[in-house]
């Protein structure tokens, strides 16, 4: 038996939360958002399950692959099956729609306010859904962008065009959710050579710009970005500040979720909210600052 009276005290419960969260996104004077990865799974961007098996079937039945996170890491024994796994996770969590309006809802809450945006996520999300591209720090890399693998220089490249090509070789078709592999073909777990690409400068293999070990590249981009942040919270130092944390889990919590606490903790207009659900919470220093819904 559920206890009704328990029932409607948590429902009353995430009311008061939401409407306090409601009164501090409306009186603030900046916000700041930290995104995880949680957001983009609440946007449909999911790395397991049936959309991972829908697009990598073939890997998973071929390698026991479980998700498109792990697979990022497999030792593949070729550059050309490497970059058929990487085109197509680059196609369907970048430049495929999400399936839900997530992002798209979140900016119609802080579009009028003086907002910015640090980020864990590397699949562009923010500015596909029309945040201001000045506002956005993306801490931890860009599934557009390569980089030479050594790396020789401190330089990153776009690489839409060719994941396209890569794509369609292996039998998708393009569509607005990424792509799609037409009734009756046999997708392909390779590209064909001419398509690897290489560092122009050293030769070597090009890669991902995800941030794993101390090889990532942090470019110019990178840094007027991080200079953008800075000066944003120079700017606001003494403002009241919403720090709103949104589905940042324990991957990389020095990033998001332990400076959100800092400062929080180091001005006394700010407040901490945290949106997860199976991690929200925050210190007791600024417990009466912080509020979590999950």
């Known amino acids: 038996m559920f206890s009704k009276t328990a ?5 009353n419960a995430c009311y008061d939360k939401l409407s306090r969260l409601k009164y501090e996104l409306e009186t603030a004077d900046a916000v700041i958002i930290g995104a995880g990865a949680g957001l983009s799974a609440s946007a449909g961007l999911d790395y397991s399950g049936k959309r991972f098996e829908r ?11 479980r998700d498109m996170y792990s697979g990022g890491f497999y030792p593949f024994a070729s550059l050309e099956e490497h970059w058929a796994w990487w085109s197509r996770q680059i196609m369907l969590n970048l430049y495929g729609q999400a399936p839900k309006p997530v992002y798209e809802d979140l900016l119609g809450l802080v579009n009028e306010k003086d907002y910015f945006v640090l980020t864990t996520n590397v699949d562009h999300r923010f500015q596909l859904a029309g945040f201001d591209k ?3 720090f993306y ?3 860009d599934y557009g962008l390569w980089q030479c693998s050594k790396p020789c220089h401190q330089e990153t490249y776009d690489n839409q065009k060719t994941v396209r090509q890569m794509v369609e070789a292996q039998g998708f078709c393009i569509t607005e959710d990424g792509m799609e592999l037409p009734a009756g073909t046999v997708s392909k777990m390779a590209v064909p050579a001419e398509l690897v690409p290489y560092c122009p400068r050293c030769g070597k293999p090009m890669t991902m710009n995800l941030r794993c070990d101390d090889t990532f590249v942090q470019d110019h981009g990178w840094y007027v970005a991080a200079n953008r942040y800075e000066d944003f919270l120079r700017q606001h ?27 929080t903790a180091e001005n ?18 600024i417990a009466t ?3 979590d819904l999950h």
């Open 7 to 11: 029932t409607i005290n948590s429902i």
């Open 55 to 65: 697009y990598f079937g073939d890997f998973q039945k071929k390698y026991g692959i």
């Open 134 to 136: 000045k506002r956005l």
């Open 139 to 141: 801490t931890q890399g």
């Open 237 to 263: 130092k003494e403002s009241k500040i919403l720090f709103l944390e949104l589905g940042v889990g324990s991957n990389t919590p020095g990033i998001v979720k332990f400076s959100f606490w800092r400062m």
């Open 268 to 285: 006394p207009k700010a407040v901490y909210a945290c949106v997860n659900l199976g991690e929200a919470g925050a210190p007791k220093k």
């Open 289 to 291: 600052k912080s509020l």
